[in-house]
């Protein structure tokens, strides 16, 4: 994955130099630094969104995939985690479309 992700900035890049930049921006001190926190909220929101999939995961460790809800006998109750889940998914995903460089 390393490799490739150099590879994908060396052959992205305009020039010799902007590579060169990028690499030394990627290997910076900055990436030991405790990241600024811009939007309390949102790192709220994503925080209880992580806890909420570990404990997931830790739940259903024994079972053969991850949202397998053998415990919940109601359909309705087990279509509405699904939706959630899907709804999940198309809310936090990005919607706007950059260049990775």
Not at 27 to 55: H, N, T, W, Y
Request: proline share 4%; charged share 15%; glycine share 6%.
């Amino acid at each position: 994955f390393l490799l490739t992700v150099l590879a994908w900035v060396a052959f992205r890049a305009d020039s010799l130099g902007d590579a060169l930049t990028i690499y030394g921006t990627m290997a910076s001190s900055s990436l030991f630094e405790f990241p600024l926190v811009r939007d309390p909220r949102g790192m709220a929101i994503a925080g209880s969104c992580i806890a909420f999939m570990l404990l997931l995961e830790w739940w259903n460790r024994e079972r053969q995939y991850g949202l397998q809800l053998d415990a919940v006998t109601a359909r309705p109750v087990r279509l509405l985690c699904y939706y959630a889940t899907v709804f999940m998914l198309f809310a936090f995903a990005p919607m706007d479309s950059g260049q990775f460089i």
